[in-house]
């Protein structure tokens, strides 16, 4: 069988290490409650970064070669990413994926991302099935404070779940004014292009097939406002995702944390096939809130809490 990438991959040690990319941005006419996001070189301007973000799991996909030159086909059934995003990238910008493996530990192993002057975009955990102990941000998340003197999610709880959503991805379906491109725009620009992902999803889109009816949930989020992705896994369960198949997603709140310029709302998303009782892929994502961008945020602050 023909190999599913052509990715040149160096090994040094227990390293394995993956080309220099310069990712596509594909985002920059995203926008969500009536205003642009993130990604727009105007509205990042103004929270202060240099221009639209490359959105986080953009990067996911460099990451896969990687992961299947250590696992084979077990990564498109059960394969997970778990990372924390901590710097972010701008269109122009090469970065590299890193995998750094440990012998006691055959189906786990450390991932990171870095840009050519050394500056670390995410790190994290990446494995094959389950039994391997808390992901990255699992364990992450477990240590975090929960939320103090919410603004933006002052009416959200944890354990809040939405009702399943069906959703679909079809090579030419239009993702709609979250994601405004289709699978098969998008892999003209992926950077690990794969003759695979004419019938699997590619991890970075599995994020999109969950997110891209994000808005039907309805938890009682305060708006609008900015947020961008700090956190995010992806899990296979029951893989690959079929693109044309027919899923539902469940979405529920399972923690709630914050910064000194953040709200956050952690949410695990689960796929399931229609009808199904055991999901075929999950998702944890960390939304981080500006809380500048809320407009009403200081004098509402100051309403609720004084000060």
């Avoid at 059934?77 to 778990?82: A, F, K, T, V, Y």
């Avoid at 599995?206 to 700090?230: N, Y």
């Avoid at 809130?289 to 602050?301: G, L, N, Q, R, T």
């Amino acid at each position: 069988m023909t190999a599913p990438f052509d990715t040149p991959i160096t090994r040094e040690g227990a390293l394995l290490v993956g080309p220099w990319r310069g990712p596509r941005q594909m985002l920059a006419e995203q926008h969500y409650d009536g205003h642009a996001s993130i990604h727009d070189d105007a509205t990042a301007q103004k929270l202060g970064f240099k221009g639209g973000t490359i959105e986080g799991p953009t990067h996911f996909t460099q990451f896969e070669p990687l992961a299947f030159a250590l696992w084979g086909e077990r990564w498109f059934r059960e394969g997970c990413l778990s990372v924390h995003f901590r710097a972010p990238v701008f269109e122009g910008e090469e970065v590299r994926a890193l995998i750094e493996t440990d012998p006691a530990a055959p189906t786990r192993a450390t991932a990171r991302m870095e840009r050519r002057d050394g500056t670390e975009i995410l790190t994290g955990s990446i494995e094959v099935g389950r039994g391997n102990g808390p992901t990255a941000l699992e364990a992450r998340l477990a240590g975090l404070a929960p939320l103090a003197d919410p603004v933006v999610l002052r009416d959200v709880e944890v354990g809040l779940t939405s009702q399943r959503i069906p959703v679909r991805m079809g090579a030419d379906d239009h993702m709609g004014n979250y994601y405004p491109f289709t699978l098969a725009q998008k892999r003209q620009r992926m950077t690990e292009p794969s003759e695979r992902f004419a019938t699997a999803i590619p991890m970075e889109m599995i994020s999109v097939l969950i997110q891209h009816k994000a808005g039907e949930d309805r938890f009682p989020v305060r708006g609008p406002h900015v947020g961008l992705f700090a956190d995010q896994e992806i899990r296979l369960i029951d893989g690959p995702l079929e693109v044309g198949a027919d899923y539902e997603v469940e979405r529920e709140i399972v923690g709630l944390s914050g910064s000194k310029r953040t709200e956050s709302m952690w949410v695990k998303s689960r796929v399931y096939r229609p009808g199904g009782s055991s999901p075929v892929a999950e998702m944890l994502l960390n939304s981080a809130i500006m809380k500048e961008s809320y407009a009403p945020y200081a004098s509402e602050h100051a309403a609720l809490y004084g000060g």
